[in-house]
């Protein structure tokens, strides 16, 4: 059992919106997988199907040999425990200090000592360098510190699968390259598999084993970072190298310019 | 022949929308009641957010508590010395502020005070995702963000209105006795002799005490519920106040129903 996530044929809409439209892609253990595309290609989507949020419409999403829909709110919280997530913008509890907010999974599910609580989170806090910011709170946190000690807390409990939604996001370059680092060096260290959502595509093909690019809800490529770098691909090639036009449109469908601008009568 | 069908249809779907709705703040109103264990076993929470419910409301109860009971002292001496029954006057203020003002006041400046900020906060930690987040790490955001608000709320409602009653007499005895100067033996006594512990105070505790579950209820929902914007966030606020504000004086009424005597 190498796969730790495999996802086979998964569709899933939002209503009559279709979002995701057969996505099959694994994610092997010890990896650093990224998914890559354009916002709104469903990437995020992904995400919640993986962690159980949400339920596909048909096909199977297994993380550590469980089918995910199939488990009840019981299974959901136990599989989830061994699962650690980033949010986009960190999500950190806003009313708790750093420190609170990464012990508070290791309140909620274990009994261990005061103590033992406070060695583990200024352990987790060392492994992103914030040790020192443990009392702050999380409003006095640039956006890279919220990220890291949000990289913290998705650590606290030793998952064994971590999920990042826009790691990268409105990161200064020093930060970028600081959590890109962390998130290699975490997955490495401690054994983790790592599923990277992003849309920055030079940052994260310096840190991943294997990437997927998504369009408009269906894979389009998938394959080591070399191999994306080389690739000929239409649209790989457009999104690595950012190229403004290309198969995925600078323009929002519309109807033709001059009619717009009522030039034809 | 398109027009009138399509405001039918509209309508239809206004009826549609808000039935739904309905039926999502009764599920989500029992499932707060049904996950409420942690709020009871890790009591600490629920003290946590009755500070910030109650306590932190104390100054805006207390303050209006004064001056409603002043301003009864002033209009209930007027009207009662036409009768040269001013002795009255206690009895008058304990029991406008027990039966009536006491809970439905305090219950008024609790939704505006401790509704909207209860609303704003579960809709801005949506926003946010850190209840999506709270979700990812297994821990149930209704067990443990949402019910510990609730029984705050409900634990907080009877005592702030106890809180304005007592002001309130406080203030009348302040204009009455202590300004007007009306007898303070007959006021306190006659208020005393008057004011019946189970028809007057228990039911305006049972009414202060529903008004806490309807308040605290209607804003964690509008804050659970909110479209997770900055617009979605206030407007869930404006509606928690006019809602609760309305289900209070709704309630208040049935309320009263049920609690009346009877004529003659």
Known sequence: ?265 | MIKPLQAIARLGHHALASMSRIGLATRFFLATLLRSGVAFRRFNLTIRETYFAGVLSLIIILVSGLFVGMVLGLQGYETLQTYGSESALGVLVALSLVRELGPVVAALLFASRAGSAITAEIGLMKATEQLAAMEMMAVDPIARVVAPRFWAGVISMPLLAALFSAMGIFGGYLVGVVLIGVDEGSFWSQMQAQVDFQEDILNGVIKSVVFGVAVTAIALFEGYDAPPTAEGVSRATTRTVVTSSLAILALDFVLTAFMFRGVG
């Open chain 1, 1 to 265: 059992m190498d796969n730790l996530v495999e996802i086979k044929n998964v569709t899933f809409g939002y209503g009559a919106r279709p979002v995701l439209k057969g996505i099959n892609l694994t994610a092997r253990r010890g990896q650093v997988v990224a998914i890559m595309g354009s916002s709104g290609c469903g990437k995020t989507t992904l995400l919640r199907l993986i962690g159980g949020q949400i339920k596909p419409n048909s096909g199977s999403v297994r993380v550590a040999g469980q089918e995910v829909s199939e488990l009840d709110t019981d299974g959901l919280y136990l599989l989830r425990r061994k699962m650690g997530m980033l949010f986009q913008f960190g999500a950190l509890f806003t009313d708790m200090s750093v420190f609170d907010n990464i012990a508070f999974q290791l309140r909620e599910h274990t009994q261990l000592p005061e103590e033992l609580i406070r060695d583990l989170v200024l352990m987790k806090l060392h492994a992103v360098g914030l040790r020192g910011a443990a009392h702050l709170m999380p409003s006095e946190l640039s956006g890279g510190m919220a990220r890291r000690v949000a990289l913290a807390r998705s650590i606290a409990l030793e998952p064994m699968l971590v999920m990042y939604d826009e790691p990268f996001a409105g990161l200064d370059p020093i930060s970028l390259g600081v959590v890109g680092n962390l998130i290699r060096r975490l997955t490495d260290t401690l054994g983790l598999t790592s599923i990277v959502v992003t849309h920055d595509v030079q940052e994260s093909l310096k840190i991943v084993d294997y990437v997927y690019f998504i369009s408009a809800g269906a894979i389009e490529a998938e394959g080591t970072a070399e191999e994306m770098r080389a690739s000929g691909l239409p649209f790989v090639h457009q999104f690595v190298h950012g190229e403004p036009d290309g198969p995925v449109p600078f323009h929002y469908p519309a109807r033709p310019y001059a009619e717009d601008l009522r030039l034809e009568q």
